[in-house]
T-cell receptor, first 115, second 112 residues
Framework: DAGVIQSPRHEVTEMGQEVTLRCKPI?????LFWYRQTMMRGLELLIY????????DSGMPEDRFSAKMPNASFSTLKIQPSEPRDSAVYFC?????????????FGEGSWLTVV | AQSVAQPEDQVNVAEGNPLTVKCTYS??????LFWYVQYPNRGLQFLLK??????LVKGSYGFEAEFNKSQTSFHLKKPSALVSDSALYFC??????????FGAGTRLTVKP
């Protein structure tokens, strides 16, 4: 069974460049989440979608960040322009819909370094 | 606000000894509580969850957790620690509006 698939796994980019992170959730899952992990701030929820619709984006740090989910099997998180403080691990996760008791499953993360 | 707290940044135990990683919660209504483990350079892996029913929940890799409503705690336990259990452990609460919030994490080190 394929889990949540993220790409790229690692990205090094220069400040000011656009970064696009991609995610394929587990088939059949209705909810998709983007998290960011840093040493200083731990795990932060950036945005989540239910049935491809953004429900809460209050965690998105700035207008430089945007996320889309054009269909049930694909989502992107875009940073434009990128800054060194965006360096972090970005996790995508998904879960079945219908209950808050359902487990959320994480991808392996996209390790972003902005120099 | 619904949240969880992990009061210990670091827990050290000797191999073969029991381990406990602590978590307390602040949730209105019935809590949905989870434990995840993160190994170096990996994503978070689900260990176990409490939804309702028995207060003692059993999960992966021999881990279990005890839900204690009076103490608002959900501590993770294992009777006999292994060196391979060394990792970062996160407690989490899934909120009524469907998202999940994590504690700060506890780094467990098991020494041979």
């Amino acid at each position: 069974d394929a889990g949540v698939i993220q790409s790229p796994r690692h990205e090094v980019t220069e400040m000011g460049q656009e970064v696009t992170l991609r995610c394929k959730p587990i088939s059949g899952h209705n909810s998709l989440f983007w998290y960011r992990q840093t040493m200083m701030r731990g795990l932060e929820l950036l945005i989540y979608f239910n049935n491809n619709v953004p429900i809460d984006d209050s965690g998105m740090p700035e207008d430089r960040f945007s996320a889309k989910m054009p269909n049930a099997s694909f989502s992107t998180l875009k940073i434009q322009p990128s800054e060194p403080r965006d360096s972090a691990v970005y996790f995508c996760a998904s879960s079945p819909g219908g209950s808050s008791g359902n487990t959320i499953y994480f991808g392996e993360g996209s390790w972003l370094t902005v120099v | 606000a619904q949240s969880v707290a992990q009061p210990e940044d670091q827990v050290n135990v000797a191999e073969g000894n029991p381990l406990t990683v602590k978590c307390t919660y602040s949730v209105s209504g019935n809590p949905y509580l989870f434990w995840y483990v993160q190994y170096p350079n990996r994503g978070l892996q689900f260990l176990l969850k409490y939804i309702t029913g028995d207060n003692l929940v059993k999960g992966s890799y021999g881990f279990e957790a005890e839900f204690n409503k009076s103490q608002t705690s959900f501590h993770l336990k294992k009777p006999s620690a292994l060196v391979s259990d060394s990792a970062l452990y996160f407690c989490a609460v899934r909120r009524y509006n469907n998202d999940m919030r994590f504690g700060a994490g506890t780094r467990l080190t098991v020494k041979p």
